[in-house]
């Protein structure tokens, strides 16, 4: 990933249980979607940070249409 670039519209999801996880990361991915589209120029990376902390965003080093998944843990 290129560092020196920000990202930007990120989301942050916690969640408790797996059918949270399914929902909330769908929902989250969704949102971001919409605005890649507007955009037309940025793909969605998804990082964990642990099995119930994720953070999702529009990121320059993700290809527009492509969704990245990331772990830190």
């Known amino acids: 990933m290129n560092e020196t670039e920000t ?12 059918n949270s996880l399914e929902t909330q ?3 989250a991915e969704a949102e971001l979607r919409v605005l890649a589209f507007e955009r037309g120029d940025r793909g969605i990376l ?9 953070t999702l965003e529009l990121h320059p080093d993700v290809p527009f ?7 830190m843990w």
């Open 7 to 18: 990202a930007e519209h990120i989301l942050f999801v916690q969640v408790d249980d797996r």
């Open 25 to 27: 990361l769908g929902t």
């Open 46 to 54: 998804v990082t964990a940070y642990s099995p119930r902390e994720f």
């Open 65 to 71: 249409g492509v969704s990245y998944e990331k772990c």
